[in-house]
Protein backbone atom coordinates (compact mmCIF):
# COMPACT_ATOMS: atom_id res chain seq x y z
CA UNK A 1 0.00 0.00 0.00
CA UNK A 2 1.27 3.46 -0.80
CA UNK A 3 1.90 6.08 2.13
CA UNK A 4 3.28 9.55 2.39
CA UNK A 5 5.12 11.98 5.08
CA UNK A 6 3.44 14.13 7.23
CA UNK A 7 6.00 16.16 6.12
CA UNK A 8 4.08 16.39 2.91
CA UNK A 9 1.12 17.90 3.88
CA UNK A 10 3.49 21.08 5.09
CA UNK A 11 4.82 21.05 1.88
CA UNK A 12 1.65 20.99 -0.38
CA UNK A 13 1.31 23.87 -2.28
CA UNK A 14 -1.31 22.72 -4.70
CA UNK A 15 -4.41 22.40 -2.60
CA UNK A 16 -4.13 25.44 -0.54
CA UNK A 17 -4.04 23.20 2.71
CA UNK A 18 -2.83 26.58 4.88
CA UNK A 19 -1.08 24.46 7.56
CA UNK A 20 1.74 25.87 10.23
CA UNK A 21 3.41 23.14 12.55
CA UNK A 22 2.39 24.00 16.44
CA UNK A 23 4.41 20.92 17.63
CA UNK A 24 5.43 16.99 17.28
CA UNK A 25 8.31 17.82 14.90
CA UNK A 26 9.32 14.34 15.16
CA UNK A 27 5.69 13.57 14.23
CA UNK A 28 6.46 14.41 10.98
CA UNK A 29 8.34 11.04 9.94
CA UNK A 30 5.33 9.27 10.39
CA UNK A 31 3.09 8.72 7.35
CA UNK A 32 -0.53 8.55 6.04
CA UNK A 33 -1.88 5.82 3.91
CA UNK A 34 -5.62 6.38 3.84
CA UNK A 35 -6.99 9.29 2.54
CA UNK A 36 -9.92 9.46 4.81
CA UNK A 37 -10.36 11.58 7.22
CA UNK A 38 -11.43 11.05 11.31
CA UNK A 39 -12.72 13.20 13.98
CA UNK A 40 -12.14 11.86 16.79
CA UNK A 41 -15.20 13.12 18.77
CA UNK A 42 -15.94 10.15 20.32
CA UNK A 43 -12.97 8.38 20.96
CA UNK A 44 -12.05 11.96 23.52
CA UNK A 45 -14.93 10.88 25.19
CA UNK A 46 -13.13 7.50 25.65
CA UNK A 47 -15.10 5.14 23.52
CA UNK A 48 -11.97 4.33 21.17
CA UNK A 49 -13.23 1.34 18.95
CA UNK A 50 -13.76 2.74 15.77
CA UNK A 51 -9.76 4.61 15.62
CA UNK A 52 -8.37 4.30 12.92
CA UNK A 53 -4.61 3.97 12.69
CA UNK A 54 -2.44 6.31 10.00
CA UNK A 55 -5.14 8.04 9.18
CA UNK A 56 -4.86 12.33 10.01
CA UNK A 57 -7.36 13.38 13.04
CA UNK A 58 -9.52 16.85 12.79
CA UNK A 59 -9.64 18.89 16.00
CA UNK A 60 -12.47 21.28 14.93
CA UNK A 61 -14.78 23.38 17.26
CA UNK A 62 -16.67 20.08 18.91
CA UNK A 63 -13.42 18.54 20.17
CA UNK A 64 -11.49 21.71 21.27
CA UNK A 65 -15.12 22.47 23.00
CA UNK A 66 -15.35 19.10 24.65
CA UNK A 67 -11.60 19.53 25.85
CA UNK A 68 -12.15 22.96 27.52
CA UNK A 69 -15.06 21.62 29.97
CA UNK A 70 -12.39 19.16 31.24
CA UNK A 71 -10.35 19.51 34.53
CA UNK A 72 -6.39 20.15 33.04
CA UNK A 73 -5.71 16.56 34.63
CA UNK A 74 -8.93 15.03 32.74
CA UNK A 75 -7.61 16.60 29.56
CA UNK A 76 -4.11 15.21 29.63
CA UNK A 77 -5.29 11.69 30.64
CA UNK A 78 -8.25 12.15 27.83
CA UNK A 79 -5.56 12.68 25.38
CA UNK A 80 -2.65 10.06 26.79
CA UNK A 81 -5.47 7.11 26.31
CA UNK A 82 -6.37 8.44 22.53
CA UNK A 83 -2.62 8.78 21.28
CA UNK A 84 -1.68 5.58 22.80
CA UNK A 85 -4.22 3.25 21.22
CA UNK A 86 -3.68 3.58 17.34
CA UNK A 87 -0.72 4.53 15.11
CA UNK A 88 -2.65 7.91 14.56
CA UNK A 89 -0.77 10.07 11.55
CA UNK A 90 -1.13 13.57 12.86
CA UNK A 91 -3.57 15.78 14.60
CA UNK A 92 -4.81 19.21 13.02
CA UNK A 93 -6.57 21.72 14.24
CA UNK A 94 -8.74 23.94 12.26
CA UNK A 95 -10.91 27.00 12.33
CA UNK A 96 -7.49 29.25 13.69
CA UNK A 97 -8.99 27.77 17.25
CA UNK A 98 -6.67 28.20 20.35
CA UNK A 99 -4.93 25.06 20.64
CA UNK A 100 -4.94 23.78 24.61
CA UNK A 101 -1.54 23.07 26.46
CA UNK A 102 -2.96 19.82 27.22
CA UNK A 103 -2.89 18.84 23.39
CA UNK A 104 0.73 20.75 22.90
CA UNK A 105 2.31 18.68 25.52
CA UNK A 106 0.45 15.11 24.70
CA UNK A 107 1.54 15.57 21.03
CA UNK A 108 5.25 16.27 21.92
CA UNK A 109 4.64 12.89 24.35
CA UNK A 110 3.49 10.86 21.86
CA UNK A 111 5.67 12.52 19.16
CA UNK A 112 2.46 12.94 17.49
CA UNK A 113 2.84 15.98 14.54
CA UNK A 114 0.58 18.84 15.98
CA UNK A 115 -0.93 21.19 12.80
CA UNK A 116 -3.16 24.54 12.46
CA UNK A 117 -4.92 25.70 9.82
CA UNK A 118 -7.57 28.83 9.64
CA UNK A 119 -9.69 26.92 7.06
CA UNK A 120 -13.43 25.27 8.61
CA UNK A 121 -13.17 21.75 9.48
CA UNK A 122 -15.50 20.76 6.24
CA UNK A 123 -13.41 22.84 3.63
CA UNK A 124 -9.77 21.51 5.50
CA UNK A 125 -11.37 17.78 5.30
CA UNK A 126 -12.52 18.06 1.52
CA UNK A 127 -8.83 19.93 0.25
CA UNK A 128 -6.78 17.44 2.17
CA UNK A 129 -9.09 14.71 1.07
CA UNK A 130 -8.42 15.94 -2.62
CA UNK A 131 -4.49 16.10 -1.46
CA UNK A 132 -4.30 12.68 -0.49
CA UNK A 133 -6.28 11.22 -2.96
CA UNK A 134 -3.74 12.32 -5.30
CA UNK A 135 -0.84 11.82 -2.97
CA UNK A 136 -2.17 8.51 -2.65
CA UNK A 137 -2.80 6.94 -6.34
CA UNK A 138 -0.38 4.30 -7.80
CA UNK A 139 1.56 5.95 -11.05
CA UNK A 140 3.56 5.28 -13.79
CA UNK A 141 4.52 6.82 -16.74
CA UNK A 142 4.54 5.10 -20.44
CA UNK A 143 6.58 5.46 -23.72
CA UNK A 144 3.23 6.06 -26.15
CA UNK A 145 1.02 8.82 -27.22
CA UNK A 146 -2.48 9.71 -25.23
CA UNK A 147 -5.01 11.02 -27.52
CA UNK A 148 -9.27 11.96 -26.99
CA UNK A 149 -10.44 10.35 -30.32
CA UNK A 150 -14.37 11.36 -29.97
CA UNK A 151 -14.25 11.14 -26.52
CA UNK A 152 -12.56 8.33 -25.95
CA UNK A 153 -8.99 8.37 -24.24
CA UNK A 154 -6.89 5.92 -26.82
CA UNK A 155 -3.09 4.99 -25.68
CA UNK A 156 -0.89 4.17 -28.72
CA UNK A 157 2.25 1.78 -27.51
CA UNK A 158 4.85 0.53 -29.97
CA UNK A 159 8.58 0.66 -30.54
CA UNK A 160 9.99 3.79 -31.45
CA UNK A 161 9.70 5.12 -34.63
CA UNK A 162 6.23 2.95 -36.01
CA UNK A 163 4.27 6.04 -36.18
CA UNK A 164 2.45 7.04 -33.49
CA UNK A 165 3.48 10.69 -33.29
CA UNK A 166 2.58 10.98 -36.96
CA UNK A 167 -1.00 9.11 -36.37
CA UNK A 168 -1.25 11.66 -33.57
CA UNK A 169 -0.62 14.52 -35.86
CA UNK A 170 -3.21 13.29 -38.13
CA UNK A 171 -5.62 13.01 -35.51
CA UNK A 172 -5.15 16.15 -34.62
CA UNK A 173 -5.57 17.44 -37.99
CA UNK A 174 -9.22 15.81 -37.99
CA UNK A 175 -10.08 17.50 -34.53
CA UNK A 176 -9.37 15.31 -32.41
CA UNK A 177 -7.39 16.31 -29.08
CA UNK A 178 -3.66 15.35 -27.95
CA UNK A 179 -3.35 14.71 -24.31
CA UNK A 180 0.52 13.48 -24.03
CA UNK A 181 3.12 12.38 -26.80
CA UNK A 182 6.55 10.15 -25.94
CA UNK A 183 5.94 10.16 -22.04
CA UNK A 184 2.49 9.63 -20.47
CA UNK A 185 1.96 9.82 -16.82
CA UNK A 186 -0.59 7.73 -15.66
CA UNK A 187 -2.61 7.40 -12.55
CA UNK A 188 -5.28 5.11 -10.69
CA UNK A 189 -7.89 6.71 -9.26
CA UNK A 190 -10.89 5.12 -8.47
CA UNK A 191 -11.00 1.99 -10.26
CA UNK A 192 -9.69 3.70 -13.36
CA UNK A 193 -6.55 4.69 -15.00
CA UNK A 194 -5.84 8.67 -16.31
CA UNK A 195 -3.43 9.68 -18.36
CA UNK A 196 -1.64 13.05 -18.65
CA UNK A 197 1.39 14.71 -19.93
CA UNK A 198 4.53 14.90 -18.47
CA UNK A 199 5.11 18.43 -17.16
CA UNK A 200 8.47 19.59 -19.13
CA UNK A 201 6.97 18.70 -22.56
CA UNK A 202 3.17 18.95 -22.33
CA UNK A 203 1.19 19.94 -25.91
CA UNK A 204 5.06 19.36 -27.77
CA UNK A 205 5.43 16.52 -30.33
CA UNK A 206 8.19 14.92 -31.98
CA UNK A 207 7.94 14.66 -35.82
CA UNK A 208 10.81 13.08 -37.32
CA UNK A 209 12.13 15.62 -39.70
CA UNK A 210 10.65 18.40 -38.59
CA UNK A 211 12.05 18.48 -35.14
CA UNK A 212 9.42 19.21 -31.85
CA UNK A 213 6.47 21.03 -32.21
CA UNK A 214 3.79 22.80 -29.88
CA UNK A 215 0.43 21.71 -30.73
CA UNK A 216 -1.46 24.11 -28.57
CA UNK A 217 0.36 26.88 -30.53
CA UNK A 218 -0.28 25.40 -33.94
CA UNK A 219 -3.67 24.14 -33.25
CA UNK A 220 -5.20 26.11 -30.52
CA UNK A 221 -6.18 25.15 -27.04
CA UNK A 222 -9.31 23.05 -28.64
CA UNK A 223 -6.25 20.48 -30.00
CA UNK A 224 -5.31 19.47 -26.22
CA UNK A 225 -6.57 18.63 -23.12
CA UNK A 226 -4.86 18.09 -19.80
CA UNK A 227 -5.65 14.75 -18.88
CA UNK A 228 -8.02 12.00 -20.37
CA UNK A 229 -9.08 8.70 -18.83
CA UNK A 230 -7.48 6.08 -20.84
CA UNK A 231 -10.34 3.53 -22.17
CA UNK A 232 -8.42 1.67 -25.12
CA UNK A 233 -5.05 0.93 -25.62
CA UNK A 234 -4.45 0.12 -29.28
CA UNK A 235 -0.85 -1.45 -29.20
CA UNK A 236 1.30 -0.80 -32.89
CA UNK A 237 3.13 -3.59 -34.72
CA UNK A 238 5.11 -3.89 -37.25
CA UNK A 239 3.27 -6.04 -40.16
CA UNK A 240 4.59 -9.83 -40.26
CA UNK A 241 3.57 -11.88 -43.31
CA UNK A 242 4.42 -15.05 -40.88
CA UNK A 243 1.94 -13.49 -38.25
CA UNK A 244 -1.48 -14.72 -37.22
CA UNK A 245 -3.63 -11.29 -36.32
CA UNK A 246 -7.15 -11.58 -34.97
CA UNK A 247 -9.47 -10.87 -37.87
CA UNK A 248 -12.77 -10.99 -36.12
CA UNK A 249 -12.28 -9.64 -32.64
CA UNK A 250 -14.69 -12.17 -30.83
CA UNK A 251 -12.35 -12.59 -27.99
CA UNK A 252 -11.36 -9.38 -26.25
CA UNK A 253 -7.65 -8.42 -24.70
CA UNK A 254 -6.66 -6.48 -21.66
CA UNK A 255 -3.39 -4.49 -20.58
CA UNK A 256 -2.93 -4.51 -17.24
CA UNK A 257 -1.66 -0.43 -16.28
CA UNK A 258 -1.08 0.02 -12.49
CA UNK A 259 -3.11 -2.77 -11.67
CA UNK A 260 -6.12 -1.81 -13.75
CA UNK A 261 -6.70 -4.05 -17.27
CA UNK A 262 -7.53 -1.69 -20.44
CA UNK A 263 -9.13 -3.44 -23.05
CA UNK A 264 -6.26 -3.76 -26.17
CA UNK A 265 -6.50 -3.90 -29.88
CA UNK A 266 -3.14 -5.25 -31.54
CA UNK A 267 -3.33 -3.67 -34.81
CA UNK A 268 -0.52 -4.35 -37.99
CA UNK A 269 1.08 -1.18 -39.56
CA UNK A 270 2.17 -1.29 -42.89
CA UNK A 271 1.79 1.25 -46.01
CA UNK A 272 -0.90 2.04 -47.47
CA UNK A 273 -2.96 1.46 -44.07
CA UNK A 274 -4.96 4.50 -43.10
CA UNK A 275 -3.91 4.74 -39.62
CA UNK A 276 -5.48 7.63 -38.90
CA UNK A 277 -8.87 5.94 -40.19
CA UNK A 278 -8.13 2.76 -38.32
CA UNK A 279 -7.86 4.56 -34.34
CA UNK A 280 -11.46 6.64 -35.50
CA UNK A 281 -12.92 3.24 -36.28
CA UNK A 282 -11.35 1.41 -33.09
CA UNK A 283 -13.02 5.16 -31.62
CA UNK A 284 -16.65 4.49 -32.50
CA UNK A 285 -16.19 0.72 -31.93
CA UNK A 286 -15.59 1.46 -28.19
CA UNK A 287 -18.23 3.69 -27.48
CA UNK A 288 -20.49 0.78 -28.98
CA UNK A 289 -19.01 -1.51 -26.69
CA UNK A 290 -19.78 0.83 -23.95
CA UNK A 291 -23.24 0.66 -25.00
CA UNK A 292 -23.83 -3.35 -24.94
CA UNK A 293 -22.83 -3.52 -28.79
CA UNK A 294 -20.18 -6.22 -29.68
CA UNK A 295 -20.20 -6.08 -32.97
CA UNK A 296 -17.81 -9.04 -33.48
CA UNK A 297 -19.93 -11.15 -30.79
CA UNK A 298 -22.90 -9.90 -33.04
CA UNK A 299 -21.73 -10.90 -35.95
CA UNK A 300 -20.59 -14.29 -34.68
CA UNK A 301 -23.74 -15.30 -33.26
CA UNK A 302 -25.40 -14.74 -36.53
CA UNK A 303 -23.45 -16.87 -38.46
CA UNK A 304 -23.06 -19.87 -35.94
CA UNK A 305 -27.47 -19.13 -36.11
CA UNK A 306 -27.05 -19.46 -40.19
CA UNK A 307 -25.02 -22.06 -40.20
CA UNK A 308 -27.36 -24.09 -37.73
CA UNK A 309 -29.97 -23.09 -39.76
CA UNK A 310 -28.64 -24.83 -43.20
CA UNK A 311 -27.69 -27.70 -41.51
CA UNK A 312 -30.93 -28.19 -40.17
CA UNK A 313 -32.49 -27.35 -44.08
CA UNK A 314 -30.09 -29.69 -45.26
CA UNK A 315 -31.05 -32.92 -42.75
CA UNK A 316 -34.86 -32.19 -43.07
CA UNK A 317 -34.28 -32.69 -47.14
CA UNK A 318 -32.45 -35.40 -46.34
CA UNK A 319 -35.18 -37.06 -44.83
CA UNK A 320 -37.90 -36.04 -47.05
CA UNK A 321 -35.96 -37.79 -49.73
Not at 54 to 66: A, C, D, K, L, P
Not at 77 to 85: H, M, N, R
Given at each position: MKSIRISQLLEDQGHDLRLTLMAGTQGLKRTVDSSRIQKPGLALAGFTEHLHP?????????????LATLPEDAQH?????????EDLACVVVTKALDVPRALVDAC?????????????????????????????????????????????????????????????????????RLVADDIVDVTRRKGAVYGAGNPVIKHHMEIRGLGIINIKDLFGVSAVREQKKIELVIELQEWDPHQEYDRLGVEDKHLQIVGVDIPLSVVPVRPGRNMATIVEVAARNQLLKLQGHHSAREFAERLNRAIAQGAMRRTLGEEVE
Open positions: HRVQVFGNTEISYASLAKLFSEEAAGLALMKTPLLSSEFIQRVQNFLEDALTESSSLHGVLMDVFGVGILLLGKSGIGKSEIALDLVMRGH
